[in-house]
Each structure stands twice: as C-alpha cells, then as structure tokens.
C-alpha cells in the first residue's frame, strides 16, 4: 500500500515537499512514479525514479523544478517540489511498478499500485 502525503496550498514560486510511504519489504525493487491530475484532464506523468534511486526521468515541464528522490531504509519516495506554478495544481498521485526495478516508466499504465493522492493547490 502507498500513502502520499504533504500536499497543500502554496502560492506562485513557492515549495512543497511530497512523500509517498510504502508498505512491505520489496520497496527497493520497485520503480517509483509520481503523477498529476488536474479536474477534467487525464492523469499526466511528473517523474519517476528506478529502484536504487539511480535513475530518474521528469516531464519537461517540472524538469529544474522537481526533484525525485527515495529513501529505501524508509520506504519513502518524494518529490520535492520547487518554484511552484499555478499549472501546477492537482492532485498528486505515487505509483509503484512491481514488475521492474529498473524501468523508469512516464505510462501510468505501468504501474501496478498507486496511493489515494494529495492536493496541490498553487495561487497566483
């Protein structure tokens, strides 16, 4: 099980710091994502971050803003979240990919588990 947490309400230029905790022994096998959805829009692709925390891949429209990270004695993945934007307000989804450690996936549909999400929510 996945639980996000630390989204709130934040103005233009501002910073947050999600996380995403999971449950169980395997966390360091599995491939972590974050991923947004704004109302009425599709669920988009943020980052993502393989098992050892060794690779990582960013949508281009957070790239030198978010960073990715994990801690795996922890079992956490967060997204730490920089120069926020009003475009980036939603709700923030973490998803795992149980069937690959390595592979840094942008397609929700590669992941098999996903927390209930957090909201963003940037002022201008």
């Known amino acids: 099980q996945l639980q996000a947490s630390g989204g709130g309400l934040v103005q233009t230029g501002g910073s947050l710091r999600l996380s995403c905790a999971a449950s169980g022994r395997t966390f360091s096998s599995y491939a972590m994502g974050w991923f947004r959805q704004a109302p009425g829009r599709d669920r988009e692709f943020v980052a993502a971050?393989?098992?050892?925390?060794?690779?990582?891949y960013y949508a281009d429209a957070v790239k030198g803003r978010f960073t990715i990270s994990r801690d795996n004695a922890k079992n956490t993945v967060y997204l730490q979240m920089d120069s926020l934007k009003p475009e980036d307000t939603g709700v923030y989804y973490c998803g795992a990919d149980a069937k690959s450690g390595t592979v840094v996936s942008i397609s929700p549909g590669r992941y098999n588990y996903w927390g209930q999400g957090t909201q963003v929510t940037v002022s201008s």
């Open positions: 971050i393989s098992g050892s925390g060794g690779r990582t």
